[in-house]
T-cell receptor, first 116, second 113 residues
Framework: AQKITQTQPGMFVQEKEAVTLDCTYD???????LFWYKQPSSGEMIFLIY??????QNATEGRYSLNFQKARKSANLVISASQLGDSAMYFC?????????????FGQGTTLQVKP | DAGITQSPRYKITETGRQVTLMCHQT?????MFWYRQDLGHGLRLIYY???????DKGEVPDGYVVSRSKTENFPLTLESATRSQTSVYFC????????????FGPGTRLTVT
């Protein structure tokens, strides 16, 4: 069964520094997608970045990049130059392409606090 | 307004009552989803729908009922609310599977007393 694991319940980072949020996954499918979402204290879910299992290059979106290591089944989110507004909960999620359901499986989340 | 909306945003109900959470999207997305968010569990899928009149169970469907008579609406009904259903409920939609992003509604905070 597919599973997402985020082992860091909480993280601290100094403003302007980079931070890595860990995510490992388990799936028997060859074709899948990995997503990261941000949930600020206001509660909404904000899509950050996507990585397909067949993508050869790591995905990047502005200050966000996804460190995709397929053999290790890890999909860590890297936030460069942290800002106070990055303080939030971050969720890693996976979608298996087989079954064609579109559903996401989420990890438990990591709370990031950016210190001034 | 364009997007995905949920109503009500906050709801307090009593054990045993029926309550319906509404979800409406304006993109004509085929896929719609209901998740619940609880501390320590992240988001868990309750039900999903691939198209109008096509629904299927997710990870935690017990005690919930869904329908999808129109593409844009996907209501979630708690037939007889229990305290364990106190949670934040998110509706989401997506244009397809694969690399399509899921867009989330603002959430409904439900308290069952």
């Amino acid at each position: 069964a597919q599973k997402i694991t985020q082992t860091q319940p909480g993280m601290f980072v100094q403003e302007k520094e980079a931070v890595t949020l860990d995510c490992t996954y388990d799936t028997s499918d060859q074709s899948y997608g990995l997503f990261w979402y941000k949930q600020p204290s206001s509660g909404e879910m904000i899509f950050l970045i996507y990585q397909g299992s067949y993508d050869e290059q790591n995905a990047t979106e502005g200050r966000y990049s996804l460190n995709f290591q397929k053999a290790r089944k890890s999909a860590n989110l890297v936030i460069s130059a942290s800002q106070l507004g990055d303080s939030a909960m971050y969720f890693c999620a996976m979608r298996e392409v087989s079954g064609n359901t579109g559903k996401l499986i989420f990890g438990q989340g990591t709370t990031l606090q950016v210190k001034p | 307004d364009a997007g995905i909306t949920q109503s009500p945003r906050y709801k307090i109900t009593e054990t045993g009552r029926q309550v319906t959470l509404m979800c409406h999207q304006t993109w004509s997305h085929s896929y719609m989803f209901w998740y619940r968010q609880d501390l320590g569990h992240g988001l868990r899928l309750i039900y999903y729908s691939a198209a109008a009149d096509i629904t299927d169970k997710g990870e935690v469907p017990d005690g919930y009922v869904v329908s999808r008579s129109k593409t844009e609406n996907f209501p979630l009904t708690l037939e007889s609310a229990t305290r364990s259903q106190t949670s934040v409920y998110f509706c989401a939609s997506a244009a397809g599977t694969g690399n399509y992003e899921q867009y989330f509604g603002p959430g409904t905070r439900l308290t069952v007393t």
